[in-house]
């Protein structure tokens, strides 16, 4: 049985303040324990309640936060948002002030670096996995045939949920990513989809809830509409990273951002975002394993991971992982000089444009202009003035979609395997403002 709402909401009020104003480890895990347990039952209650496909979180709702939906808890608030399950509240008359929030930021920051872990934030859709409404599967019915069993889906990666309409597919090495993460970081699910969805795609991909148990963030938990922010996670933000394929819902919090390249493994997810190429399940051919988005991500985890720490030991005052993070894209095309040919449209504001901005984070220096010191001339045109001057002068001539996989791949990617011939056709990245905006 459930705890009457207004005796247990008292309650956690008197554990939280006492907690929050003791420095013992045994509060600090009352409350926790707490607060894990109270988030439980309201997501168990709000799972109950709705099933249906409108409640997949495929679009933004624009209606107010209802009554019926506002929670009960007494404790911390944050413009109207509950921390202990993120619902929206009035501000309370009693209860824990929100001053309380900065001190826990910094007593679970440092109790987390203690353990030698950093916290991060996981994005769902196009990072972690793909979905798609089952009406919109028409040219892939063939998948349902190989679809996996829910029964058991630590072992599956396919899988169809007729209960809300969708089928869902894990990107390809998604298991030994959370698997390896989790030995270095504190991990969130952050999505913009709704609750139900977020907690039925946590399932799939942490059906033993080793890795995220009820840290699970919706769009309902967020503070500002079509925004995440680290406003609602309780650790430092120089000790936070996050994986997003879409910059543009981090404004405030660029700097903690790890892009990531979409995954697209159903048509109409390519169709989603304006693309004319055939999606993986189109062509029966899944993205890599071992060299594929995630593997990379990993990889590039590793090394943000140990340099921080290396500092932190050193010099913990100083110890930033944003810095860490900017320095590392900055070597990635340190020295190179870029000049670009047809690349942009006609007064278009170069410096705007997604491949510049690319480059630059990179490292590379950008011109509009030739001069000996340019290595390599990006084109989308071998007949240009600029490509052949860089043949004559035996500069590197490229296309965009090599900045693309530099970007992408953490690592200067060889120039002959993007020559302008191998214009970028089977790629989904170009002007889309998801890349840099």
């Not at 309370?92 to 309380?100: I, L």
């Not at 404004?251 to 979409?262: F, S």
């Not at 894209?329 to 190179?336: E, M, S, T």
């Not at 001339?377 to 240009?384: E, F, H, R, Y």
Request: glycine share 4%; proline share 4%.
């Amino acid at each position: 049985m459930r705890e009457d709402s207004s005796d247990a909401a008292d309650d956690f009020g008197a554990i939280l303040a006492a907690a929050l104003e003791s420095d013992s480890e045994e509060d600090i895990a009352v409350l926790d324990s707490k607060r894990v347990r109270m988030c439980k039952e309201e997501e168990n209650a709000k799972t109950d309640e709705s099933q249906s496909s409108a409640s997949l979180g495929f679009s933004e709702s624009n209606s107010d936060i209802s009554k019926d939906k506002a929670c009960s808890h007494h404790g911390e608030f944050m413009k109207g948002l509950c921390v202990v399950c993120g619902e929206m509240h009035p501000m309370p008359s009693s209860g824990v002030a929100f001053r309380y929030i900065h001190p826990r930021r910094a007593r679970d920051t440092e109790k987390l670096l203690s353990q030698k872990k950093l916290y991060l934030i996981l994005d769902l859709d196009h990072t972690l996995l793909n979905s798609t409404p089952l009406s919109l599967m028409t040219h892939e019915e063939y998948l349902k045939a190989r679809e996996d069993s829910l029964q058991d889906v630590s072992k599956g990666s396919l899988f169809v949920l007729p209960h809300m309409h969708i089928a869902t597919k894990l990107r390809p090495f998604v298991r030994t990513f959370l698997e390896e993460a989790s030995a270095m970081f504190e991990m969130y699910i952050y999505t913009m989809g709704a609750r139900p969805y977020a907690l039925e795609m946590a399932n799939l991909l942490d059906p033993d809830k080793k890795y995220f148990d009820a840290r699970v963030i919706s769009r309902d938990d967020g503070t500002q509409r079509h925004q995440k922010g680290l406003d609602v996670i309780l650790g430092e933000e120089s000790a936070v990273l996050v994986l997003d394929d879409t910059e543009n819902a981090w404004t405030k919090h660029k700097d903690n951002l790890i892009l990531m390249e979409r995954y697209h493994y159903f048509s109409s997810s390519c169709r989603q975002f304006g693309f004319t190429c055939k999606s993986h399940s189109q062509l029966e051919h899944d993205e890599s394993k071992p060299d594929g988005a995630l593997a990379t991500a990993i990889s590039v985890l590793n090394q943000l991971h140990s340099t921080f720490f290396a500092v932190f030991e050193a010099e913990p005052s100083v110890a930033d992982v944003r810095q860490v993070l900017k320095s590392l894209q900055k070597g990635i095309l340190k020295g190179c000089r870029l000049v670009f040919s047809r690349v942009f449209p006609t007064k278009f504001p170069v410096e705007s444009h997604p491949v510049w901005r690319m480059a630059e984070q990179l490292g590379a220096t950008c011109s509009e202009r030739m001069e000996q010191t340019v290595t390599h001339v990006v084109a989308m045109d071998a007949g240009t003035g600029k490509s052949r001057w860089a043949v004559k002068e035996k500069k590197f001539l490229v296309n965009p979609g090599w900045v693309e996989a530099c970007y992408y791949g953490w690592k200067r990617q060889p120039e002959d395997r993007y020559c302008i011939e191998q214009i970028m056709k089977n790629t989904w990245v170009s002007e889309e403002p998801h890349s840099i905006s």
